[in-house]
Nanobody, 116 residues
Framework: QVQLVESGGGLVQPGGSLRLSCAASGFTFSHYAMSWYRQAPGKEREFVARITSNSGFTNYADSVKGRFTISRDNGKSAVYLQFNSLKSEDTGVFYC?????????WGQGTQVTVSS
């Protein structure tokens, strides 16, 4: 079945770096754009970054531009989110997303906590 599994979250100090991974299965990964979303404590889930199927185009939320980088490896059916210069307000659960026609697929999420 269609599945997304995130990994790589954890506790990191402000200013630190981290990389999240999302492993996809059950669909033709290379045909679809992929996105990352974040849900901070007490807030709604919000868009973070998106990458097109062939990595030709990326876009980011204004709050993360210049600090986060989305990438993908179609051979491994994986999408990544590299964090640099993390801030306490980046804390939240990060979700991988694929929009397969009319079907929105989400992973289970991975917690990122930025704290000293």
């Amino acid at each position: 079945q269609v599945q997304l599994v995130e990994s790589g979250g954890g506790l990191v100090q402000p200013g630190g770096s981290l990389r999240l991974s999302c492993a996809a299965s059950g669909f033709t990964f290379s045909h679809y754009a992929m996105s990352w979303y974040r849900q901070a404590p007490g807030k709604e889930r919000e868009f973070v970054a998106r990458i097109t199927s062939n990595s030709g185009f990326t876009n980011y939320a204004d709050s993360v531009k210049g600090r986060f980088t989305i990438s993908r490896d179609n051979g491994k059916s994986a999408v990544y989110l590299q964090f640099n210069s993390l801030k306490s307000e980046d804390t939240g659960v990060f979700y991988c997303n694929a929009r397969l026609g009319g079907l929105d697929v989400w992973g289970q999420g991975t917690q990122v906590t930025v704290s000293s």
